[in-house]
C-alpha cells in the first residue's frame, strides 16, 4: 500500500508516523482528534461531544481532565526533582508496592515494577521459566499479552505474527476450556507458565468462572507449573473488583495464581506503569542467587513519577469507590441491554470490561453498529479478536446518566 504522499496526492499528516493509519481512518470517517476530555466525554477538535466507552484502551479509569488527580500529579512533578535513581528504592515505591500487596489480602508478597503490560507479561514469563528451570509457555487462543517480541507470539492471534519470518518454538496455544489438550501440554512437565486472562480485553469480554479457574489452577498446581494472571486489562477494579481473579470467583488462596500482572488503570492513563505480584519463592529464584540482585528491570521501572500518580489514582478509586461503582455500573448497563435490546443484543463480560454482541439467530452487523455509534456520539470500538462484538471500557467514574445516554445512542446506532 502506498501512502498520499508517494501516490501524488495530498500530504499525509500522519506521514512521519503512519500515514497508513490515516488512510484506515479516513476511509471509516473516523479521522478525529480529541481536543479536550471532561469525565466521562471527549470533544473533538470540530466540536463534537463523544461519551467515552473506551477509556484509552481501559486506562482512564478515572476519566478525563480528573481535578484531583492533575493537581496532585503537577505538584508530584513539582517536588520531584529526581525522576530515576539507581542505587535506592524509593519510598513511592514501596508505598506503591505494599499497597498493592494489601489491596491483593496479601496473598503475595514481592512486586515487581515495570513499564508497559508486554514488558510485565514478558517478565513473569522470566520469572517462572527461571523459578521453574522449564522452557515453554501455554497462552490460550484469541488472548491478547501485548505486542513486544514474545508476547506477541503469546498473544492467540495469528495476525499480530503472521508477517514474521521466525516463530519461537517455545509459545503453544490452547483453546480455552479445552482441559484435554491443557492437561496434556503440562503432563509433558516442559510447561514453565500457563498464561490467562480471567476477563478477556479483545475477545469479547470472555471470562472464566470459578469453576473453570479451579480447574485450570488445580491442574497447573499437580504439574508444578506456574499460573500467570494477565490482568493488564481486567485489574484494579475494572471487572468490578480490584482484582479480575476476584471478579471470578477465584478468591480463595488455594486457587490464586501465582502471579498477577497489573497496567492500564495503576495510573489513570497518564503515565506507563505496569506491575507484577508474585511470591517470594518466584522472586527470590530469580534476583535471590549471587550477583543477580537487578538482573531483570527497566529505565523506567520504578521510577518516582509513576510511583506517585500509582498512589494518587489507587487512592481516588478506593475514595470514590469506584470498583464498587464499576460493579454496579456494569451490573446496570447488563439490565439495561436486556430491558431494551433482548432479542438483539447480548452482554459479556464484567463489571466495566463488557462486549456486545448480537444475539443469537440476530442478523445484526456489529461493525455498522460501531460506526453508528460513534456518529451518534459513542466511542466504543470492535474486539481485535472477534470482530463482530463491540468492546466497552468506560471510565469507572460512568454513572447511571451516562448508562442511560448509551442506551440512547446505541438505540439510534442499531436503528441507522
Ligand atoms: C490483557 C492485556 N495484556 C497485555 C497488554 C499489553 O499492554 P501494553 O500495550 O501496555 O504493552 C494488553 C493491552 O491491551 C492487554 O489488554
Known sequence: MKSDCESGGAPSRFASVNPYWETF???????????????????TADGRVLLD???????????????????????????TSVNVFPFECAESQL????????????????????????EAVESA????????????????????????????????????????????GNVHHVDAGNFAA?????????????????????????????????RLAALCRSTGTKLIADEVYCGLGRAGAW???????????????????????????????????????????????????????????GNRLAMQCGLIVL???????????????????ERRIVDRFGGRLTLHGKGLALSLT??????????????????AGVLAMPNSASPDSLRLSPPLIFGVDEVECLMDRLEEALQE
Request: proline fraction near 3%; include cysteine.
Open 182 to 214: 491443557l492437561e496434556d501440554m503440562l503432563a509433558s512437565r516442559k510447561i514453565a507458565a500457563v498464561v490467562f486472562e480471567p476477563v478477556a480485553g479483545s475477545s469479547a469480554a470472555q471470562h472464566w468462572t470459578a469453576e473453570t479457574s479451579a
Open 358 to 375: 448480537p444475539a443469537a439467530q440476530c442478523d445484526i452487523n456489529m461493525a455498522d453498529v460501531w460506526l453508528g455509534l460513534i456518529d
Open 53 to 79: 466507552c473506551l477509556a484509552g484502551f481501559g486506562a482512564a479509569n478515572l476519566g478525563h481532565a480528573h481535578a484531583t488527580l492533575g493537581a496532585r500529579f503537577t505538584d508530584a512533578l513539582q517536588r
Open 95 to 118: 508505598a506503591l508496592a505494599d499497597r498493592l500487596l494489601a489491596l491483593s489480602g496479601r496473598r503475595f508478597q514481592k512486586v515487581f515494577f515495570a513499564t508497559t503490560g508486554a
Open 243 to 301: 482484582f479480575g481473579i476476584d471478579a471470578i470467583g477465584m478468591s480463595d488462596a488455594s486457587k490464586a495464581p501465582d502471579m498477577i500482572v497489573v497496567s492500564k488503570g495503576l495510573t489513570g492513563g497518564l503515565v506507563p506503569l505496569s506491575a507484577v505480584l508474585m511470591n517470594d519463592g518466584d522472586f527470590d529464584a530469580v534476583f535471590g542467587a549471587p550477583g543477580k540482585a537487578k538482573v531483570q528491570g527497566s529505565t523506567f521501572g
Open 125 to 168: 514469563v522470566k520469572f517462572a521459566m527461571t523459578s521453574t528451570g522449564r522452557s515453554d509457555v501455554v497462552a490460550f487462543r484469541d488472548s491478547f499479552h501485548g505486542l513486544s517480541m514474545f508476547a506477541s507470539f503469546m498473544t492467540g492471534n495469528p495476525f499480530w505474527t503472521e508477517a514474521l519470518p521466525w516463530k519461537p
Open 315 to 333: 487512592d481516588l478509586v478506593e475514595s470514590g469507590r469506584l470498583v464498587d461503582n464499576a460493579a454496579a455500573m456494569g451490573a446496570l448497563i
Open 25 to 43: 481512518l479516513d476511509e471509516l470517517d473516523l479521522d478525529m482528534t480529541g481536543a479536550r476530555g471532561d469525565g466521562c466525554y471527549i470533544e
